[in-house]
């Protein structure tokens, strides 16, 4: 959404300036909304006086329990609904009500037959841009660095998945609008429901894997998301909160924000804000859980019975709704019920905690620190070009920019928007030509076909491809990788809990994993793109448990526990956690940057 | 294996300018030709997001749900009419239902970027404002809280 967002915007404002878009696959299914959205989550609606950019902050901030950039969330609250409208405008099917307004599922929700939502967004994209400008199928693995300045951006380097070709592309500038990370974490499901996870498969965290490398500075790395879903098809329970009125109860029938309530106490002031924050729901939930109070079921029948009553016209219209939130955006839900014979008017459905995600644009807030707006960021937080990282000339939107979380579909193509009229802000005061460091591009043009010749040149030393003491396969990569996080880093095997010995045990681990994904091997170009998918998770891994041993403090209940810093102390950590890795050394620092109430 | 070919109903998209569509659209790169037919190759990173079987014209590709923890019989499966799907939900016990939605309220294509827009590409570039605000945003003027701060 947020690679759209900035090829629509950049060409109206670029004049003669040449952009381009490289994407992995096509942007008409690219990316996590490629499969559709039942719903828009972010929209003030402020045309409706429903709610300000204002408001907005303030929720947000209480809903990442106290740590959010104040300017970052008001940018996007106060640009969004531009968005949206355009979406509508370009044929996004919006639901209305009967005096032609919007519909509301919540107070930020918007309900939509979103389907199509990714090429409704890319067609107009694709029409700016111009069809010569966009390279679809390129697998950008790295950042270039300027040979006069490894603090500025020189372009970006890859190849081509289906053809036989290496890309190097120098900039002046560059915006970063991948995704983040799913499979990072070892999923519930681990054969063929690998697939299935909550957040995209195709998110492979290459927003992190890109800009961690070359000493981008980045925020919240140890923040997660852990979504209640329903179990296994990870179909969205937000529309049956919001709109139908369900609860989950546990199987004593008992509703846990009624028995849990007095653990909301113990987070103040947050856990006392109304609505309860995302984490601490979770927490609530997964005591339960973990008192083996399980399985915990949303009560579908209870509310659809309620809403139609005897009223077969309404039970049909209800019907309709409930199976079009999963078939316009979580199929496999649909699916999930039909196999088991499940009707939701008379059977409820099983609910879970999933395993943890790691992304800047729903409930997480992982990613670059970037520059925030001229007009609304205080002096810490400005430095020249909206949504610039503090690489000179590298911008980041979407999942790539941290603490600025709830952007959604809509906040996330908007970001988009705002990262790319600033670079042209920034190509028009720098129009200096960057320089490429030949010797960076020939060393990574080595690096990135040599899985292709490991595996030629070894695969003689065993009779089985896959086992073979000279190489890992990706996927064997992969694996590896989920299995640290989940029993080091707090997966859901090991309860979401962790502490120092057990992170700096899985720290330990996981630079071996790094020294071993040098001996990747692939067998042919699919396999190559797995590999520099696994080697982009691993860095997001790696950096995610640095930041997790870092924060001496529970924040986000519910999301992970430190056993060894039990409560939450703002005192001490209502800060940010930033880091930079040093490529020269090998080292990564770790350091705090201060949050800034903006919003009274 | 989350999306599978039937190999009688696939055409291999016969006369499509992007070449067999599946192999096109694949957001994870999973779809290739298998000799003559679509093929599934990694079904493990398969997202059952149907982008495939919604674009397939002869509707070969059909969907058997995650092994890990969907009973086999049980099909979703949709079919393309104007300006949305069509869904075909059979439970595994053998019952129907059918759901259509739309997908879009114009024809793909229709889209003119920058319609009516009136910022000035160049007085207004360094302001605050997005292209298209001054029609799109809803509210006259774009919020700001600079005097506050």
Known sequence: ?600 | MPTFVDPNACNTCEGEEQGPLCVHICPNDLMKLKGDKGFNQEPNMCSECYACVKLCPTEAIHVRGYADFIPLGAEVQPHRVELGLTWTIRFRDGEEMEFTYPSRTKPAGSSIPYDGFTEDPIADLRGQTLAGESIWLGVDSLPTFASSV
């Open chain 1, 1 to 600: 959404m947020s690679g759209c967002g900035a090829a629509f915007e950049s060409k109206y404002w670029s004049g003669d300036m040449k952009v381009v878009m490289v994407e992995k696959a096509v942007i008409e299914r690219s990316g996590a909304t490629g499969e559709g959205l039942s719903a828009i989550n972010c929209y003030m609606g402020q045309r409706y006086g429903w709610n300000t950019p204002e408001d907005f902050v303030k929720y947000v901030v209480n809903d990442m329990m106290g740590l959010a950039r104040e300017d970052l969330v008001y940018d996007v609250g106060r640009h969004v609904d531009s968005s949206v409208h355009l979406l509508e405008e370009w044929g996004l099917p919006i639901w209305k009500k009967d005096n032609g307004d919007y519909e509301r599922i919540g107070r930020w929700q918007i309900p939509i037959h979103g389907e199509a939502i990714k090429p409704i967004t890319a067609e107009p994209a694709r029409k700016a841009i111009g069809q010569e400008n966009i390279y679809e199928r390129v697998n950008i693995t790295h950042l270039l660095t300027d040979a006069n300045d490894p603090q500025c951006i020189a372009g970006a380097i890859g190849f081509g998945v289906r053809e036989n070709k290496f890309y190097v592309f120098k900039a002046k500038a560059v915006l970063i609008t991948c995704g983040g990370a799913s499979n990072v974490f070892r999923p519930r499901s681990i054969n063929e429901g690998m697939g299935r996870t909550w957040y995209s498969v195709f998110s492979t965290g290459s927003a992190y894997g890109l800009m961690i490398p070359i000493g981008t500075e980045m925020t919240q790395m140890e923040h997660r998301f852990v979504p209640t879903r329903f179990k296994d098809g990870y179909g969205p329970v937000g529309m049956w909160f919001q709109y139908f009125g369900a609860k989950i109860t546990n199987s004593k029938g008992e509703d846990y924000t009624v028995t849990r309530e007095a653990e909301l106490h113990k987070y103040k002031p947050y856990g006392l804000v109304v609505p309860t924050p995302t984490p601490l729901r979770n927490h609530q939930m997964f005591l339960d859980i973990k008192d083996g109070l399980g399985p915990m079921y949303m009560g579908t029948d209870k509310a659809m019975q309620k809403i139609a009553g005897d009223d077969p016209e309404k039970m049909r219209k209800v019907k309709e709704e409930a199976w079009g939130d999963f078939l316009d955006m979580t199929i496999s839900q649909a699916l999930t019920w039909a196999s088991q014979d499940i009707r939701p008017e008379v059977t409820p459905s099983e609910v879970v905690l999933a395993e943890p995600y790691i992304m800047g644009s729903h409930s997480g807030e992982s990613g670059a620190w970037v520059s925030g707006p001229e007009d609304l960021a205080p002096p810490d937080y400005f430095w020249g070009y909206n949504k610039m990282t503090t690489i000179k000339g590298l911008f980041a939107a979407g999942d790539g920019v941290g603490a600025a979380p709830h952007k959604f579909s809509s906040g996330s193509f908007t970001e988009g928007r705002l990262a790319a009229k600033a670079a042209v802000n920034f190509l028009n005061d720098n129009p200096e030509d960057s320089t490429l460091n030949d010797g960076q591009v020939t060393s990574l043009r080595d690096k990135i076909w040599a899985p292709l010749e490991r595996f030629e040149k070894y695969k003689g030393a065993s009779t089985a491809e896959e086992v073979n003491p000279h190489y890992l396969t990706p996927y064997q990569g992969l694996v590896r990788l989920q299995k640290i996080m989940d029993e080091y880093a707090g997966g859901t095997s090991a309860w979401y809990t962790t502490n120092k010995p057990t992170l700096e045990r899985g720290i330990q681990l996981i630079e071996l994993l790094r020294e071993d994904l040098n001996k990747l091997a692939a067998r042919d170009r699919h396999e190559l793109m797995r590999c520099w998918e696994v080697i982009h998770r691993t860095w997001v891994g790696e950096s995610h448990m640095r930041h997790l041993l870092y924060r001496e403090e529970t924040r986000w209940p519910g999301y992970y526990y430190r056993s060894d810093f039990p409560d939450l102390d703002d005192s001490k950590w209502r800060v940010f956690v930033n880091s930079r890795f040093d490529s020269e050394t090998n080292e990564w620092e770790l350091f705090t940057k201060p949050y800034i109430n903006l919003i009274k």
